[in-house]
């Protein structure tokens, strides 16, 4: 069994996938698009792979995970 790694603004690494973190109210409008595979919920936390989107949109997620409120919402 493989184990979560979080980095420190939440985003979810598994298997050499990258997670991004939504919470409910703040999922893409084209989530129920994506394959169920590629979706993984813990709590409150939505994590949807990073494949699902363009390499600059997943930069500028990223880039702004440490201004968000989801990290008020840290998974210990």
Request: without cysteine; positive net charge; aromatic residues 14%.
């Amino acid at each position: 069994m493989k184990k979560l790694k979080f980095k420190s603004n939440q985003i979810l690494k598994l298997n050499n996938q990258i997670y991004l973190p939504y919470l409910i109210h703040n999922l893409p409008k084209n989530y129920n698009k994506f394959p169920i595979n590629s979706i993984i919920k813990i709590k409150t936390i939505i994590y949807i792979n990073s494949n699902n989107f363009t390499p600059k949109y997943t930069q500028n997620y990223i880039s702004t995970l440490n201004y968000s409120n989801i990290n008020s919402n840290n998974i210990k």
